[in-house]
């Protein structure tokens, strides 16, 4: 866990597909797996760094470069949620938004941020957000990592796992 400044990491993952890219060093690879010979000669994986967190990740599910870069992308935003804490200053704005929304993965960092505030107990952060302990485990579960990321948090302040 990496705590960083708050207005870096929401930076981040509020920003465009184009504007995250431009602040990531981008590598292209071959990558063995499913796909055959064109997976096996071109160079389609993808890994991105965030320079500015260091966060890297890299993605090769796919024949395409285009679609591993995008899939890539997601992963980063994802990762930044999950690695980067900062300290709870602003409530998630919509912390019921859909995965594909594009303010998704800056509420649930927010929202794991006030978890560790809250030292795991999902009650307190339920009554903060003014909704219900079940609809606050329904919306971590819509990504099944930010679930496991609460559920470790929780475990260090010997709670049990949540479960949808």
Same mark, same amino acid.
């Given at each position: 866990?990496d705590?960083i400044?708050?207005?870096?990491?929401?930076s981040?993952?509020?920003a465009?597909?184009?504007?995250?890219?431009?602040?990531?060093t981008?590598d292209?690879?071959?990558?063995t797996?499913?796909?055959?010979?064109?997976?096996?000669k071109?160079?389609?994986?993808?890994?991105?760094?965030?320079?500015?967190?260091?966060?890297?990740?890299?993605?090769?599910?796919?024949?395409?470069q285009?679609?591993?870069?995008?899939?890539a !992308?997601q992963?980063?935003r994802?990762?930044?949620a999950l690695?980067?804490?900062?300290?709870?200053?602003?409530?998630p704005?919509?912390?019921e938004c859909g995965?594909?929304n594009?303010?998704?993965?800056?509420?649930?960092?927010?929202?794991?941020?006030?978890?560790?505030?809250?030292?795991?107990?999902?009650f307190?952060v339920?009554e903060?957000?003014?909704?219900?302990?079940?609809?606050?485990?329904?919306?971590?579960?819509?990504?099944?990592?930010?679930? %496991?990321a609460? %559920?470790?948090?929780?475990?260090s302040?010997? !709670?049990?796992?949540?479960?949808?």
């Amino acid at each position: 866990m990496d705590i960083i400044d708050e207005n870096l990491r929401n930076s981040a993952l509020s920003a465009s597909d184009d504007e995250l890219l431009a602040a990531c060093t981008t590598d292209f690879f071959k990558s063995t797996g499913k796909g055959g010979q064109k997976r096996n000669k071109t160079s389609s994986a993808v890994r991105l760094i965030h320079r500015p967190t260091g966060v890297a990740v890299t993605d090769c599910s796919e024949r395409s470069q285009h679609r591993n870069r995008q899939a890539a !992308l997601q992963k980063l935003r994802l990762a930044i949620a999950l690695q980067c804490r900062a300290t709870p200053a602003a409530m998630p704005a919509n912390p019921e938004c859909g995965v594909t929304n594009a303010a998704f993965f800056l509420n649930m960092a927010q929202l794991i941020d006030m978890f560790y505030a809250c030292n795991g107990n999902h009650f307190q952060v339920a009554e903060t957000l003014g909704l219900s302990a079940s609809k606050t485990v329904k919306i971590l579960a819509k990504e099944p990592q930010i679930l %496991n990321a609460v %559920n470790t948090i929780r475990q260090s302040h010997q !709670l049990g796992p949540l479960h949808p």
